[in-house]
C-alpha cells in the first residue's frame, strides 16, 4: 500500500499521518494489491477539506468532506472511502458465488425411452430434469441414496471438490464413478 499526502495551506505533523494511515490500513483490508491512495488535505479560512483517492486493482474510489476540523474531514472522507470499497468487495464476492452456482452446481439429466435404443434409431427423450449437485461426504451421500427414489446420487465431494456419482448396484451394492 502506498499513500501519498498532500497538502495545502495547512502544516502536515506526524499525528495527522499517522491517524490517516491507521485509517487507511482498515480500508486496504478490502482492496486487491497493488494499492495507491493519494489524500490531499487543504484548510481554507473556517473549513478543511479531505479529498481521498483510492486506486487498486478493480477501480478507483473517490470520497470528499468537508468540515470545520481536518481530522473531522480525514475521517469522513475515509469513512466514505471504506463504505465504497465494503461494496465493492461484495460486489465482486457475489459476482463469484453466482457463477459457482451456476457453473458447477446443476446437471442435466435426461432419460430415454429403451425401445428407441434397440431399433437402432435416434434415441427418443421422454423425460428431462435438472439434478442440483450438492457438497457432502461419500457417506452422506450413501445415506442420501438410501433415502432417494432414483438410483444414483450426483453430489460433490468435499474432500476433493470433484462431481462423483454414487448408484445401487442390482447386487444391493454401491458402485461410485468419479470424475478425473
Known amino acids: 500500500m502506498n499513500i501519498d499526502f498532500l497538502a495545502r495551506n495547512l502544516e502536515l505533523d506526524d499525528t495527522i499521518r499517522e ?3 491507521d485509517k487507511l490500513d482498515k480500508v486496504s483490508k478490502f482492496l486487491e494489491d497493488p494499492v495507491e491512495i493519494h489524500l490531499t488535505l487543504e484548510q481554507e479560512k473556517h473549513r478543511a477539506i479531505a479529498e481521498v483517492r483510492i486506486s487498486h486493482r478493480f477501480g478507483v474510489m473517490q470520497a470528499t468532506e468537508e468540515t470545520d476540523e481536518i481530522l473531522d ?3 469522513l472522507a475515509i469513512d466514505k472511502a471504506e463504505k465504497q470499497a465494503r461494496r465493492s468487495r461484495k460486489k465482486f464476492i457475489d459476482k463469484r458465488r453466482k457463477a459457482d452456482r451456476v457453473n458447477g452446481k446443476n446437471w442435466p439429466m435426461e432419460v430415454l425411452e429403451p425401445s428407441s435404443i434397440a431399433k ?3 434415441p427418443r427423450i421422454i423425460k428431462s430434469s435438472v439434478l442440483s449437485i450438492k457438497p457432502m461426504s461419500l457417506d452422506e451421500a450413501a445415506l442420501h ?5 432414483n438410483d444414483f446420487v450426483v453430489f460433490r465431494d468435499v474432500g476433493s471438490g470433484q462431481v462423483n456419482v454414487l448408484y445401487k448396484r442390482r447386487d444391493n451394492n454401491y458402485g461410485l464413478i468419479s470424475a478425473e
Open 19 to 21: 491517524y490517516a494511515t
Open 73 to 75: 474531514s480525514i475521517n
Open 120 to 122: 437402432g434409431q435416434s
Open 145 to 149: 441414496l438410501e433415502g432417494s427414489r
